[in-house]
């Protein structure tokens, strides 16, 4: 199969969850409203809460939702074939990154622009919030462990990988 065509339906898949997908979560899970304001337009500080443009935004969020798709994807490429990887880059960012991330915005949003952290403070207590940082923290590093011992086994089991 040409690598042209995984190319366009990958962009297609992507365009019809764009399009699709987070209209049906923004209106039937998240329940949000266009008029509503932002943090960066009620809370404008110039450092912390700052309007910006879409095209910025949306970028910040991508780089935010291709954390492990970059790098287990051509991983999983190299160990069972180029069809889970696609299905892992693709279905993944789709159906589990980008909701993930997206709630995770909404929340923030509804929450004047709080972290998840500072939000469970104000759910259940000050010591939750405290425990979700050291979650946050370990989790961060079970990640890059994942990581490296991903990319180490690879280069293990094929030496001639190119770096």
């Known amino acids: 199969m040409s690598s042209v065509i995984i190319v366009i339906v990958s962009f297609i898949l992507f365009a019809l969850g764009y399009t699709f997908y987070s209209k049906y979560l923004s209106s039937k899970i998240f329940d949000l409203d266009d008029n509503e304001t932002t943090p960066a337009h009620n809370q404008n500080d110039g450092i912390d809460f700052v309007p910006t443009k879409k095209h910025i935004l949306f970028g910040h969020h991508f780089t935010s939702i291709a954390g492990a798709a970059p790098i287990i994807g051509p991983c999983i490429a190299v160990y069972w074939g180029w069809l889970p990887a696609i299905l892992w880059v693709v279905l993944g960012t789709i ?31 000050k010591r939750v919030r405290i425990m979700f940082l050291i979650f946050i923290m370990c989790l961060t590093w079970l990640v890059l462990a994942v990581f490296a011992n991903a990319i180490a086994g690879l280069f293990k089991k094929y030496p001639t990988a190119v770096l």
Do not use: C, Y
Not at 96 to 118: T, Y
């Open 95 to 125: 159906f589990m990154g980008a909701v993930h991330d997206f709630g995770a915005l909404v929340i923030s949003l509804k929450e004047k622009g709080k972290s998840v952290a500072d939000i469970s403070s104000k759910v259940i207590n």
